[in-house]
């Protein structure tokens, strides 16, 4: 059974940082691409980043880019989002997700969907 547990979010102020982690299981970790999307109030799903795991390739949303960074460690099965320069415009659940993928670009699966998610983790940015 696909297992993704995010944990990391909490309260952080403008201009700080958090790094969520989501802890997966249950799947050949290698074979999948793994992507970070979140949901704020009143808006819909966005996805943020995604990592391509059979390479590492990655791709991410405009509005994150130079901000956000996203990794694995093979070694755990562990997808991070490292999040810096927090603005209010981040605050929202943030969710991790998976798909087999090891044939089109983390781009793609990043636009295209995922098959497998996490109950998720909310991020407040105060200002």
């Known amino acids: 059974e696909v297992q993704l547990v995010e944990s990391g979010g909490g309260l952080v102020q403008a201009g700080g940082s958090l790094r969520l982690s989501c802890a997966t299981s249950?799947?050949?970790?290698?074979?999948?691409?793994i992507g970070w999307f979140r949901q704020a109030p009143g808006k819909e799903r966005e996805g943020v980043a995604c990592i391509r795991n059979s390479d590492s390739s990655s791709s991410y949303t405009d509005s994150v880019k130079g901000r956000f960074t996203i990794s694995s460690d093979k070694a755990k099965n562990t997808v991070y989002l490292q999040m810096n320069s927090l603005n209010s415009e981040d605050t929202a659940v943030y969710y991790c997700?998976?798909?087999?993928?090891?044939?089109?670009?983390?781009?793609?699966?990043?636009?295209?969907?995922?098959?497998?998610w996490g109950k998720g983790t909310l991020v407040t940015v105060s200002s």
């Open positions: 249950g799947f050949t970790f290698d074979h999948y691409a």
């Open positions: 997700a998976a798909v087999y993928g090891t044939s089109y670009s983390a781009n793609y699966y990043l636009i295209y969907g995922m098959d497998y």
